[in-house]
């Protein structure tokens, strides 16, 4: 099954792996990722698995800030997600992979080794 890691922001480092159900992200505790991001809504983002289309589907639960994949903005009606597409959500990033881990550890060398997570941005301090 497909995953979730968090790249950016209060939470970095969080692993979800995502079932067949479906997945919520938003600030509430009620959520599969409560993310404590003040420019997150309660209830933020769904992703959901297709079975019809065989494929997991991002939507935006009509957040107060709105919700971008890849840089773009993300609607209700959802957007079928692909290996390595990102999900911005207020200063919070999320990082959609269909490889499931066997846990968080092994999710988070697999994105480092593929450059993720961030340390490709770092300048190199002299």
């Known amino acids: 099954m497909a995953s979730i890691l968090v790249t950016a922001g209060i939470n970095k480092g969080d692993y979800y792996p995502l079932g ?5 992200a938003g600030r509430e505790a009620s959520n599969t990722a409560q993310l404590l991001d003040d420019r997150i809504s309660r209830s933020h983002l769904r992703i959901r698995f297709d079975r019809d289309n065989k494929a997991y589907v991002a939507a ?29 959500l207020g200063d919070t990033a999320l990082r959609f992979s269909v490889h499931d881990f066997p846990d968080k550890e092994s999710a988070l060398k697999h994105y480092k080794e593929l450059r993720w997570f961030g340390e490709d941005q770092r300048q190199t301090m002299i």
């Open 20 to 24: 067949a159900g479906s997945f919520t």
């Open 60 to 88: 935006d639960l009509n957040s107060s800030n709105g919700s971008m994949l890849n840089g773009k903005p993300l609607t209700a009606e959802g957007e079928a997600l692909a290996d390595g597409d990102e999900l911005k």
